[in-house]
């Protein structure tokens, strides 16, 4: 029992080295990118171009020690929040709406096609058509079909969120083993929808999970672009402060939407690995 108890605390102790030499090298790293941009900083001149980040550091606490008023879409009320949520909160009100549409309308296409092999050969060419075209290609139809608003660019985003999704769900139907469906057949699952829901939407699951998840990433860089064309969010206000020659407020919108990035990845994640427990 003794040399098993040992046995055990050398596997951890062995583990725990090696977690701690990983965490270090990080904080390594983030040391030493803290330490040349400190330096570029003090060497830049005028000194407004480059912040430091201690200046940088002030200009997002700053984000939180005022207040903005917002207005909320639809119910068209106010709302009062620390300035970095308030514009944190705007981009989530088109940001959230275009991304569930985009994927809810890309997952139901590419499953689509995936599995019915006549509606793929019709719409084919026109998706090799239509897919190239950059996501902020479309901006100038969103001002002109739906004004500098939410509404625009939530089209942005949901174009965005539409594409990814799609090839997600499109190539992991595409990919559902022959013996799955010839051991289903033989089960007595033998309609098209029942072999669909019961079948190639399990096997495809892990690949439009992935997809859904790139396209969290891709989205939330597309709709800073979509809001640089004046629509209300955090983007909008990078800009508007690089007008004002405010680098050190830019760099501080920068960093919270990294930081609301990071939390959107990792809650996903773990939404993730519940869902495929079952693998």
Same mark, same amino acid.
């Given at each position: 029992?003794?040399? !098993?108890? @040992?046995?055990?605390?050398?596997?951890?102790?062995?583990?725990?080295?090696?977690?701690?030499?990983?965490?270090?090298? $990080? &904080?390594?790293?983030?040391?030493?990118?803290?330490?040349?941009?400190?330096?570029?900083?003090?060497?830049?001149?005028?000194?407004?171009?480059?912040?430091?980040?201690?200046?940088?550091?002030?200009?997002?606490?700053? &984000?939180?020690?005022?207040?903005?008023?917002?207005?909320?879409?639809?119910?068209?009320?106010?709302?009062? &929040?620390?300035?970095?949520?308030?514009?944190?909160?705007?981009? +989530?009100?088109?940001?959230?709406?275009?991304?569930?549409?985009?994927?809810?309308?890309?997952?139901? &296409?590419?499953?689509?096609? $995936?599995?019915?092999?006549?509606? @793929?050969?019709?719409?084919?060419?026109?998706?090799?058509?239509l897919r190239p075209i950059p996501p902020l290609a479309w901006i100038v139809f969103?001002?002109?079909?739906?004004?500098?608003?939410?509404?625009?660019?939530?089209?942005?985003?949901?174009?965005?969120?539409?594409?990814?999704?799609? #090839?997600?769900? #499109?190539?992991?139907?595409?990919?559902?083993?022959? @013996?799955?469906?010839?051991?289903?057949?033989? +089960?007595?699952? @033998?309609?098209?929808?029942?072999?669909?829901?019961?079948?190639?939407?399990?096997?495809?699951?892990? !690949?439009?999970?992935?997809?859904?998840?790139?396209?969290?990433?891709?989205?939330?860089?597309?709709?800073?672009?979509?809001?640089?064309?004046?629509?209300?969010?955090?983007? #909008?206000?990078?800009?508007?402060?690089?007008?004002?020659?405010?680098?050190?407020?830019?760099?501080? #919108?920068?960093?919270?939407?990294?930081?609301?990035?990071?939390?959107?990845?990792? $809650?996903?994640?773990?939404?993730?690995?519940?869902? +495929?427990?079952?693998?």
């Amino acid at each position: 029992m003794s040399v !098993q108890t @040992d046995t055990g605390r050398n596997t951890a102790s062995v583990w725990y080295a090696s977690d701690l030499r990983r965490y270090l090298r $990080g &904080l390594g790293g983030l040391v030493t990118f803290l330490a040349i941009w400190w330096i570029g900083a003090v060497m830049t001149q005028p000194s407004y171009l480059v912040p430091t980040p201690i200046e940088s550091a002030w200009a997002f606490l700053e &984000l939180f020690t005022s207040s903005t008023e917002i207005v909320v879409p639809i119910v068209d009320m106010g709302l009062v &929040l620390p300035t970095g949520v308030a514009h944190l909160t705007e981009t +989530l009100f088109h940001y959230v709406p275009g991304l569930f549409v985009g994927a809810v309308c890309g997952i139901g &296409l590419g499953l689509t096609m $995936g599995w019915s092999g006549r509606l @793929d050969d019709w719409l084919r060419p026109l998706i090799r058509v239509l897919r190239p075209i950059p996501p902020l290609a479309w901006i100038v139809f969103a001002i002109v079909w739906f004004g500098i608003h939410h509404t625009g660019a939530a089209f942005i985003v949901f174009v965005g969120a539409f594409w990814i999704n799609f #090839y997600g769900a #499109y190539g992991g139907v595409e990919g559902v083993s022959s @013996d799955l469906t010839d051991a289903a057949s033989t +089960l007595g699952v @033998d309609r098209d929808l029942s072999m669909l829901k019961l079948v190639a939407l399990p096997s495809a699951a892990p !690949q439009i999970l992935t997809g859904f998840r790139t396209s969290i990433g891709r989205c939330w860089m597309i709709v800073v672009g979509a809001e640089l064309f004046g629509a209300p969010g955090v983007g #909008y206000e990078i800009i508007n402060a690089s007008n004002n020659l405010a680098m050190d407020t830019s760099v501080a #919108y920068m960093v919270l939407i990294s930081l609301a990035f990071l939390c959107m990845d990792v $809650g996903f994640r773990r939404f993730e690995r519940r869902i +495929l427990a079952w693998r």
